[in-house]
T-cell receptor
């Protein structure tokens, strides 16, 4: 049973575009929703995270939108740059001490 | 601080061989994790530990073993390697709640079993 479903699997956008990556979850007990960024040959690194008490969180060019009733959350990258080309993973956990459950990842390519 | 370090970076094993993937963190994190990453499949949890002497199975523990004798180290043991264990393995750590939920990942070990 896949607890966090991520789409699309891959995405190509022009520089300056706004890629959007979506995730849907099933477990209503989840209370922490991070996004991780991974460059080739490197380990994932935390990009931005949100909790269900807010519907949106911005950090620089990255924004998480959260829809609790729909059990969905998404990552938006404003003014995307070639340096944003990476694989992005959404994840979820609950109770603060349970392991993260990851989506399958989205490979983003930003072309100049 | 070095963060989370993993050795080796690359390894080729023959079917049936055994090996230990090493993971060390210098952040005094109680919680540590082992994941495997296969193309298009995301990160799957193999084992995790909430402190020295305490380990628990994740989603895909078969064919692996772990131990946690110190806070810093969390080695992953592969016994009787199989081609299905060809993957990239990541170790991660974090502080226990209520501190930050951020998991810090190591650079990974790319393992090929032939």
């Amino acid at each position: 049973q896949q607890q966090v479903k991520q789409s699309p699997q891959s995405l190509i956008v022009q520089k300056g575009g706004i890629p959007i990556i979506n995730c849907a979850y099933e477990n209503t007990a989840f209370d922490y929703f991070p996004w991780y960024q991974q460059f080739p040959g490197k380990g994932p690194a935390l990009l931005i995270a949100i909790r269900p008490d807010v519907s949106e969180k911005k950090e620089g060019r990255f924004t998480i939108s959260f829809n609790k009733s729909a059990k969905q959350f998404s990552l938006h990258i404003m003014d995307s740059q070639p340096g944003d080309s990476a694989t992005y993973f959404c994840a979820a956990s609950w109770a603060g001490n349970t392991p993260l459950v990851f989506g399958k990842g989205t490979r983003l390519s930003v072309i100049a | 601080n070095a963060g989370v370090t993993q050795t080796p970076k690359f390894r080729i094993l023959k079917i049936g061989q055994s090996m230990t993937l090493q993971c060390t963190q210098d952040m005094n994190h109680n919680y540590m994790y082992w994941y495997r990453q296969d193309p298009g499949m995301g990160l799957k949890l193999i084992y995790y530990s909430v402190g020295a002497g305490i380990t628990d199975k994740g989603e895909v523990p078969n064919g692996y073993n772990v131990s946690r004798s110190t806070t810093e180290d969390f080695p992953l043991r592969l016994e009787l390697a199989a081609p299905s264990q060809t993957s990239v393995y990541f170790c991660a750590s974090r502080s226990p709640p209520p501190s930050t939920d951020t998991q810090y990942f190591g650079p990974g070990t790319r393992l090929t079993v032939l």
